[in-house]
């Protein structure tokens, strides 16, 4: 016999819609349906009818509705229930885990497991990407995650909701789970938690099971609009196709994978989207299947999507070009709906369009690399492939130190990376980059004054992981620029390379450089830079001395023609706080000198310019960690690298605390 608890119904109504009117529906060969405003009234009706799947409308509903004939009593056939245009106001964002089975039955034990285990792949994504925590429910055959939010009842956000739940489906559903998309509409009716799910015989192997809440948090927070906006987003746009004889040819995945070499570990086809799981991440190979795939809609778009935080921006398009990096310039060199100038039109080399008529740039299509520097990443993004960077600073200023992590963060965040120092030894850059990539916990001090090593053990692992993402230029073969820009070009077409540092402007041999005296051959060397991040879709750091080593630096002091730091796409200046620091900073910095100081930073990192979006005059803080050499963004900052995925057993980190870490405030 089964049995319905109204208190555990009640607890249903006051989550979901304390204060509001509710509507119950059962939906069958007979509708019933009941209109109420005392969540106990609501209850007792349904606990008449116990052997009957019951629903609820979950969001709000127009009190007007209240007037039908079924106010306060459940009555078949009524001649109206709730319909989309009868809701106020969006309150919960539903997400169905149902198992596929045959239709018309119960789930099985180990089809529930399955509906299980998708729900728990689709609320680590989503708690991963910042969603709040969510209502957590057994449906009887499934499983709900029911997300508080706070939209209003219209057309944008029914196609919001709709694109993403079709996002989900795309990235979790399989053949024997779906992620229901179905339940966009408004006026959905989700399970009436509490009562029974009794789809087709109750069997042993397919039981009748009482659906229930499972965990409802202590304080139910709304996710925002904008996160449902970044799932949604991920599906994707048809691919674009290349011209070639003005006929379109069509984008062949299938050969793309194979001709690239990409592991597919399995591959299915479900409601009409191909799913390739990849043997390991393309940007990450420590991120190991099922951690990665390519999705192709039946429409021919292509989505790529890593769960790990660290490539969980990296897009289809960011695959594509990492493997092709001139495919978009293909097309738009062979593209035959390209504008032209009309024939016999003397335009005397002038071109001019309508500005409405040009189109506004996509900055979802623009790839930015990290620096690790919270302070930049927050204001500017980061590093845009595509474009220049200028550094500059004093001596002890720790330009090349920032430098060196900024390539780390790289290699962690899915880029490969081509170096070039021009002072140091090779052997001094390793030891260096081997003690930020380790980290105070796994480094050992010499014993002579405040020096420190990587343990050959670590360095190993550090060795692994940047194998073939990380390349250093050997200065044997002479600096000589031509020479130089040359091998980096070749670098970056066979490694992929997408982040190359030049250490720095005044080492390099010029001699043989195109230019009438050494001004205009650090002009064109600068232009011929940009050129190249535009051409090979690469992002360039370059090092450019002050002119004058000490004193309060700005970017009319960078050593050189005046034109470095006007073609540069930014420009960025180290400083070294200090007592000349803050006494030569009063003069420009004002109110910021302060936040500065008081903050107590060992280092500043002055934005001078940012064409991508205007921004100057930002300063970043850092602490820099004699143990480990790095930049921290907080004193007792302890960022953990990829290598450390695989340590061996036997290795005991030296793990500080707080507690332990000399600080001089």
């Not at 009436?192 to 202590?218: I, M, Q, W």
């Not at 130089?484 to 070009?489: P, Q, W």
């Amino acid at each position: 016999m089964l049995q319905i608890n109204i208190l555990e119904l009640q607890k249903t109504f006051d989550i979901f819609l304390p204060d509001s009117l509710i509507e119950l529906r059962a939906v069958g060969k007979v509708t019933q349906s009941g209109y109420f405003k005392s969540s106990k009234i609501a209850a007792e009706q349904v606990s008449k009818y116990p052997n009957i799947t019951w629903y609820f409308v979950m969001n709000e509903i127009n009190d007007g509705c209240y007037g039908r004939e079924q106010r306060d009593v459940i009555i078949q056939n009524p001649k109206s229930t709730t319909s989309d245009g009868d809701i106020t106001y969006r309150n919960w964002l539903l997400i169905d885990s149902d198992p596929e089975r045959v239709s018309g039955t119960s789930a099985s034990d180990e089809e529930k497991r399955f509906a299980f285990d998708t729900i728990g792949k689709v609320y680590s994504y989503l708690k991963s990407i910042g969603f709040s925590e969510p209502v957590f429910a057994d449906s009887g055959n499934g499983y709900h995650l029911l997300y508080k939010i706070q939209l209003d009842n219209n057309d944008e956000y029914k196609d919001l909701i709709k694109t993403f739940l079709s996002s989900l489906d795309m990235m979790f559903s399989d053949d024997r789970v779906k992620i229901d998309t179905a339940v966009f509409n408004a006026s959905r009716i989700t399970k009436l938690y509490g009562t029974y799910a009794t789809k087709g015989a109750n069997t042993p192997e397919r039981p009748h099971r009482k659906s229930c809440l499972l965990n409802v948090p202590d304080e139910i927070k709304p996710t925002s609009k904008s996160l449902i906006q970044k799932v949604a987003e991920l599906i994707p746009k048809p691919e674009t196709p290349i011209y070639k004889n003005n006929y379109s040819e069509a984008f062949d995945l299938r050969s793309f994978l194979s001709r690239n070499a990409i592991g597919i570990k399995k591959e299915s086809v479900t409601n009409g989207v191909a799913k390739y799981i990849l043997d390991h991440c393309v940007f990450n190979h420590d991120h190991k299947s099922p951690d990665a795939a390519i999705f192709q809609l039946a429409n021919g778009a292509i989505a790529y999507k890593c769960f790990h935080s660290s490539c969980s921006d990296r897009t289809w398009q960011d695959v594509r070009l990492m493997f092709e990096p001139n495919y978009s310039k293909n097309y738009r060199d062979t593209n035959p709906n390209k504008k032209q100038a009309p024939p016999n039109v003397k335009t005397d080399g002038y071109h001019f369009d309508k500005i409405k008529d040009i189109q506004s740039a996509d900055r979802s299509k623009i790839i930015t690399a990290k620096t690790g520097i919270k302070m930049l990443d927050i204001k500017i993004g980061g590093a845009n492939i595509g474009e220049l960077s200028i550094w500059s600073g004093g001596n002890g200023s720790g330009k090349s130190t920032v430098l060196s992590q900024i390539a780390l963060d790289s290699v962690q965040n899915g880029f490969n990376v081509c170096m070039f120092s021009g002072e140091l030894v090779n052997t001094r850059v390793k030891y260096w980059l081997y003690l930020q990539a380790a980290g105070r916990q796994y480094t050992e001090s010499t014993g002579i004054s405040e020096s420190y090593y990587t343990p050959d053990n670590i360095g190993a692992l550090i060795g692994e992981w940047l194998d073939d993402k990380l390349w250093l230029y050997n200065n044997d073969y002479g600096m000589e620029t031509n020479n130089l820009i040359t091998d980096f070009k070749e670098h970056i077409k066979k490694h992929r390379t997408q982040i190359v540092i030049i250490d720095n402007l005044m080492i390099l041999d010029m001699s043989k450089f195109s230019g009438t005296d050494k001004y205009d051959k650090q002009t064109n060397l600068v232009k011929t830079l940009s050129d190249m991040a535009k051409e090979y879709n690469v992002h360039i750091h370059f090092v450019c001395h002050p002119r004058k080593p000490n004193g309060f630096i700005r970017k009319e002091d960078i050593s050189g023609t005046g034109d470095i730091s006007n073609i540069a796409d930014n420009v960025f200046i180290c400083h070294r706080v200090g007592r000349d620091f803050e006494r030569l900073a009063k003069e420009f910095l004002g109110s910021d000198l302060k936040f500065l100081l008081e903050n107590k930073y060992t280092n500043v990192i002055e934005v001078c310019k940012n064409r991508d979006l205007g921004i100057v005059d930002h300063f970043a803080g850092v602490y820099f960690e004699n143990q480990s050499k790095r930049m921290l963004n907080e004193r007792f900052e302890n960022k953990n690298y990829c290598w450390q995925d695989k340590l061996q057993e036997g290795i005991n980190p030296k793990w500080e605390t707080v507690d332990n870490i000399e600080v001089v405030f």
